[in-house]
């Protein structure tokens, strides 16, 4: 179970809270890791007290897990913990860590990050410290005594506090991101002073475990296809940072302090390494594990589903309601005709009706032999039952005028309006010209309205006097004779109008008592102007802006006609709140649908998601995804072998990371790309690498096992990261021995240059190791005077996977390899710590010192070598070490020429120019007395044979 405390503020404006855990790795493997930085608190007892380091990621922790190295220091020493601190605020400020504690160490933890908080604030007291931390009882009495002793040290010892090594951020912050690499060295960059250096730090403490002769650091996880694509290596110890550009840095090593940077070089990583896989890991947003798609499964079914039921339903609508409104508007097209036909029919038998009415009253005005009086009484009886019927006249033409003959008023209607007799006169005058068609044969019919009260409407017609059409019957009627055909009849509107588009009658009284002009309307246009007797049409009117449809039918008399319109809106209404209604109804379905759909969804998508977020957390190396199947169709199904692949993944996952922790990380990236290849073999330019512990068999014999184990875990760690540094592949460990190879099986360019640089650059860490064992009075006397000898070879070599089908490793063979060991072994005859020959020599003049040492004949070999010393960095190397170089050489070269006093002169020189004791200028000045007293001939070479490995 892990539980987290609240932040607490630290040092240099860091904050750091305490993340406990059971010590189950089940516990680590279930937790997030995206909470930024963490710290690895390890600890270990020895016999003069308790250290404590920032380690790398214990098992089961994901290799994109940033943290932080640091290695192991003494937690009662002052100096120890002020080193920590300053480190902290170089490295860390301002940044958030997570600190890694198990339950029983958690006290522990509190304390030695609330000493190291008292040794770098000078303000706060040592009370608000351990309340901070929480600190009780004993913890609490431990920190006061702390600080007791932190004010003993005198003033001037903080002024001359050595420069601690630096607190190295490792792992990367995004989830399975690698480099694809031959070598992926443990970098750290000082963003303090330049942020383009790296500088690399190779503790002197690297490892808790208890085992003799065993690193028992983990390589960092990686996924599958990373394992794959990505050639980056890992060390036992290893921690990968990936960095845009790496330049190679040089720090010189720290007198006082062992833990300081050596130089490194690693290469720059061209983006077109970086793997496929790792490109689309980037892609995926994988924070706390939540899953997000640009459009989710479940959003995808309900916009395909919704598409589909708009579509379909849009469909059906659409022909449905065009379907109809082609026979709406067929039958409104056949009822607009037939109305206009009916009203047509009805208004020509109004008017024939009433010209017949006129024909008799004529006859009765012009008949001579009618009595007036009896005429009188016909007239009064007409115009009693007729009532419509107000004005009756004949008139005859004289030139241009009408000359009235006869006339005949309804005396009733004159008394009950305001219209007087003149007003009649009036409506002949207006017309006369319209009336004078009638003296052609035509009927004429004109509204008559204006100047009157009521809308009435005349009709002119010929009349024959004496057997001869020479007049004209004119009649004003009033307009309700004809009036009810007119009346509004729904959406339809009906008039009626003359030859010249005058309307006569129509539902809007004003219309009519104005005598309006509608010629200008398309279907009174079309009446006036078409020759038929009936038609229709579809039209917009610009006046009244809507669509018409409109319909006419000619009366048969005076040209006139009757007009019958509906507006399309009105006349479509249905259709459109059909169309209205099942859109509604298609609205209400779709979000039934989409309910149903989101609901139903969810059986789909649910167990898809739950697939893809596991998924993305096995690529980030959590194999035990905790999903079950939820469904019995192919989803559970393939949840179910989802779950199986995952255990096959972890178990696989674990043989891998046992495998990688027995065999260099860079062969196994190899071997996963193509196995048969480095089974077969192949001859190959290496540099091959041996070094060995001088006298560890006594150091063995005087430690206990737990100190042996913690000796050689750190003296391995350092030297094998150096190794990996310099892009060296571990070929195996020997006990004490290490042995590497250059250039296989990846190519190395420049790998002999590279292995000098590797070999010097451990000799240096071990002086530091040296000193800090000295220091803190480590392990014995002989430990901590701990030499090594390292022999370097190139040339061309057997490599590949040796041994039998079922169990082989990788490894070197032939003379390279073979002389290479011989070198390292010959060192001990020679004190020196670097032996190399001319193969290396070659290479590495430029940069490095070197000095020709001897001619021998190595046991196996027939043919001389020349081996000569590395003495080291020719820019590190003092100007009496490189004289001493020349002086041995040039011994060296009057002992070829067996001028045995000079030879002697000059090697005794170049020990007092070396300013201490040369065992190679004693050796051959052994050799020179003896060839003195014992010349050795002149057929001599000057070889020297060694009878011993």
Request: with cysteine; aromatic share 8%; net charge negative.
């Amino acid at each position: 179970m892990l539980e987290i405390s609240p932040e607490i503020p630290f040092v240099s404006g860091s904050k750091i809270r305490f993340l406990v855990w059971d010590r189950s790795p089940q516990a680590l493997e279930t937790w997030n890791w995206s909470q930024g930085l963490y710290c690895f608190l390890q600890s270990r007892t020895l016999t003069i007290g308790k250290e404590f380091r920032f380690g790398s990621p214990l098992w089961g922790i994901p290799n994109h897990v940033q943290h932080i190295e640091y290695p192991f220091y003494f937690s009662n020493d002052f100096d120890s913990v002020s080193s920590v601190a300053l480190a902290w605020k170089q490295n860390l400020s301002g940044k958030n860590i997570t600190v890694l504690v198990s339950s029983e160490e958690e006290e522990t933890a509190r304390l030695e990050f609330a000493k190291i908080l008292l040794s770098s604030s000078q303000e706060e007291s040592w009370e608000t410290i351990a309340k901070r931390f929480g600190l009780i009882g004993e913890k609490y009495q431990t920190l006061n005594e702390f600080h007791k002793t932190m004010k003993r040290v005198a003033p001037e010892k903080h002024s001359l506090f050595f420069n601690p090594p630096p607190i190295l951020i490792c792992g990367s912050s995004v989830p399975n991101q690698s480099v694809k690499n031959e070598s992926s060295p443990s970098i750290s960059v000082q963003e303090k002073k330049n942020p383009i250096s790296v500088v690399s730090e190779t503790k002197p403490s690297e490892v808790v475990s208890s085992q003799a002769v065993v690193i028992e650091e983990k390589p960092a996880r990686k996924s599958e296809a990373e394992e794959i694509e990505a050639n980056a290596s890992m060390v036992e110890n290893a921690f990968v940072v990936p960095e845009p550009e790496v330049s190679k840095v040089e720090t010189p090593a720290s007198k006082e302090e062992p833990s300081s940077a050596v130089k490194e070089e690693a290469k720059v990583i061209p983006p077109s390494t970086t793997s496929k896989q790792e490109a689309h890991s980037e892609s995926l947003p994988l924070n706390s594990g939540n899953v997000q798609t640009k459009f989710s499964l479940q959003l995808k079914m309900m916009g395909v589903i919704s598409l589909l039921f708009v579509l379909s339903v849009s469909t059906i609508i659409f022909f449905a309601s065009y379907y109809f409104k082609q026979t709406a508007e067929l039958q409104l097209r056949a009822n607009n005709l037939r109305l206009a036909e009916i009203v047509g029919l009805k208004v020509k038998s109004d008017v024939l009706s009433s010209v017949e009415k006129g024909r008799q009253i004529a006859i009765t005005l012009t008949s001579q032999g009618l009595p007036e009086d009896q005429r009188k009484m016909l007239l009064k009886t007409f115009f009693k039952n007729d009532r419509e019927f107000i004005y009756m006249g004949i008139f005859e033409k004289q030139g241009n005028e009408l000359r009235m003959k006869k006339e005949v008023f309804n005396e009733e209607e004159l008394k009950q309006s305001s219209v007087t007799e003149e007003d009649f006169h009036n409506v002949v005058l207006r017309n006369k010209e319209a009336l004078s068609e009638a003296f052609n044969g035509q009927s004429v019919l004109l509204n008559s309205s204006p100047g009157f009260q009521e809308p009435s409407f005349a009709i002119a017609i010929p009349t024959s006097e004496n057997g001869e059409l020479d007049n004209v019957l004119v009649m004003v009627i009033k307009l309700s004779k004809i009036i009810g055909a007119f009346q509004d009849r729904g959406i339809e509107t009906t008039f009626m109008v003359n030859g010249q588009g005058v309307v006569i009658a129509h539902p809007k009284e004003d219309l009519i008592l104005a005598a309006t002009n509608l010629s200008s309307m398309p279907i009174v246009r079309s009446m006036v102007t078409n020759p038929t007797n009936n038609g229709q049409s579809s039209y917009f009117d610009q006046e009244l802006n809507a669509q018409y449809l409109g319909s006419f039918q000619k009366i048969g008399f005076a040209d006139t006609g009757v007009i019958t319109l509906v507006s399309e809106d009105k006349a479509f209404e249905d259709v459109y709140k059909s169309q209205r209604t099942n859109l509604y109804i298609m609205g209400i379905g779709l979000c039934s649908a989409l309910i149903f759909v989101f609901f139903f969804s969810k059986t789909i998508t649910k167990p898809v998601l739950q697939l893809l977020t596991a998924t993305l957390e096995i690529a980030k190396g959590n194999f035990r995804v905790p999903i079950k199947p939820t469904t019995k169709d192919e989803v559970g199904l393939l949840t179910r072998y989802f779950i199986d692949m995952g255990h096959g993944l972890e178990e696989r996952e674990k043989v891998k990371n046992i495998l990688g922790s027995m065999i260099d990380p860079v062969v196994v990236q190899e071997a996963m790309v193509d196995l048969a290849a480095l089974k077969r073999g192949s001859e190959t330019m290496i540099t091959a690498f041996f070094s060995d512990v001088a006298s560890f068999s006594t150091i063995s014999e005087q430690l206990k096992s737990a100190d042996l184990a913690a000796l050689l875990n750190e003296y391995l760690s350092a030297m094998t990261l150096i190794l990996k540094q310099h892009e060296g592949v571990l070929d195996k460990y020997i006990g004490d021995a290490i042995v590497g190879i250059f250039n296989a099986p990846v190519s190395v360019q420049d790998h002999q240059l590279k292995a000098a640089r590797a070999s010097v650059d451990m000799v240096q860490k071990l002086e530091e190791l040296r000193k800090y064992w000295t220091r803190h009075n480590l392990y014995s006397k002989e430990a901590q005077g701990m030499d090594a000898r390292i022999g370097l070879n190139a040339g061309p070599a057997k490599v590949g996977f040796m041994g039998t089908d079922a169990l082989a490793s990788y490894t070197m063979m032939g003379d390279t390899v073979n002389l290479a060991a011989r070198l390292e072994a010959a060192g001990k005859d020679y004190g020196v710590n670097i032996l190399i020959t001319d193969a290396i020599c070659n290479e590495v003049g430029a940069e490095m010192l070197t000095r020709y040492v001897d001619l021998v004949r190595v046991k196996g070999k027939n043919e001389p070598v020349k081996i000569h010393e590395l003495v080291g960095y020719r820019s590190q190397i003092s100007s009496q070490v490189a004289e001493s170089a020349q002086l041995y050489e040039a011994g060296f070269s009057s002992y070829l020429n067996q001028d045995w006093d000079k030879a002697v002169s000059l090697f005794q020189q170049a020990e007092a120019a070396k300013g201490k004791k040369d065992k190679a200028s004693h050796v051959i000045i052994e050799r020179c007395l003896e060839y003195k007293l014992s010349p050795p001939g002149s057929d001599w070479d000057g070889v020297f044979t060694r009878t011993h490995k």
